[in-house]
């Protein structure tokens, strides 16, 4: 047990997949000059608790999640150039006998806010084709309290290195389809405060790919698969062998209603090699641009 409780002194965070989720179209460059803001809600559900790919317990932990992200897109250098900024609000709550007796039955706050800039290296939309990259610091502001295991702000700096590929390779009488892949790479400064004990994590890296579907301008669906390795985390000096190794898998929609892009997404994990596997994830995404 007591190998257990240090082997989860990590952030709500890092339940998920890669530390960026990145959803269909998210690499469509806009203009310059307009504005992009962007409501996410999401409910997920984790059940089950494994250690190298082997489940030990049925405990489950249920995540409630609504963010916020503004975009501004400029020219810079002559590139296409967007400013982003995301700021989150979660709840966690812990269900079963083993997470009950170490955690508060619920957990909230603000989660750490996040910068980041995204600029197009290539930006062709009569062929509907991108490519750009997003460096992203995550700044230390969230909600944390040394004396929990699991937290919603991190305590630590931690940076992100994305690039997005978007690839229009049909466009006929049937419709459009879309490749969109986006590797990621996140480096993790240490934690010096979690119950006394220092915690420091091995650079996480991420792949997501999509392969999106549009009959008509205002419809779409999509599927995606993600792959995350690495992340494994140091206590004290001693490695945990905790990497997640999780693959995930996503189906959804968009549609695009009075100004308003709706997606609707459904993700979970397809394995899992350490950690909470989600089970079921649901998310509602809102975007409005304004010139």
């Known amino acids: 047990m ?3 409780f240090f082997l989860i002194l990590i952030s709500v965070s890092s339940m ?4 960026n989720d990145v959803f269909p179209t998210d690499y469509v460059a806009n203009k310059p000059g307009e504005s992009v803001a962007t409501l996410y809600f999401r409910e997920s559900d984790s059940n089950g608790y494994y250690k190298n790919g082997t489940k030990l317990m049925n405990d489950s932990i249920s995540l409630s999640t609504q963010a916020l992200r503004l975009a501004y897109t400029t020219k810079m250098l002559g590139y296409t150039t967007a400013l982003v900024g995301v700021g989150a609000y979660a709840k966690t709550a812990f269900e079963g006998p083993v997470v009950e ?24 939309p009569s062929k509907m084709e991108y490519f750009a990259i997003t460096p992203m610091l995550f700044i230390p502001t969230g909600e944390y309290d040394s004396s929990h295991a699991i937290n919603i702000g991190e305590n630590r700096f931690k940076a992100t290195l994305s690039a997005g590929y978007v690839n229009r390779f049909m466009n006929n009488e049937l419709g459009e389809l879309f490749l969109e892949l986006s590797p990621e790479l996140a480096v993790y ?19 997501t790919g999509y392969l999106r579907y549009r009959p008509i301008p205002i419809i779409g669906v999509f599927t995606g698969y993600q792959i995350n390795r690495g992340s494994e985390s140091i206590i004290n ?8 190794r999780n693959t995930r898998l996503m189906l959804g929609g968009a549609v695009f209603l009075y100004g308003t892009q709706i997606i609707l997404r459904h993700a979970r994990d397809t394995s899992i090699h350490t950690g909470f596997k989600t089970s079921d994830e649901t998310t509602i995404r809102l975007q409005w641009v304004f010139k």
């Open 189 to 207: 400064g240490d934690n010096n405060d979690a119950k006394g004990k220092k915690i420091e994590q091995k650079p996480s890296y991420a792949l």
């Open 2 to 4: 007591k190998r257990f």
């Open 237 to 244: 000096g001693l490695e945990q062998n905790d990497d997640p």
């Open 101 to 124: 007796a170490l955690y508060p039955k619920t957990i909230s706050g603000m989660a750490d806010v996040r910068l980041g800039i995204t600029t197009w290296l290539l930006n062709n």
């Open 16 to 19: 998920m997949g890669s530390v």
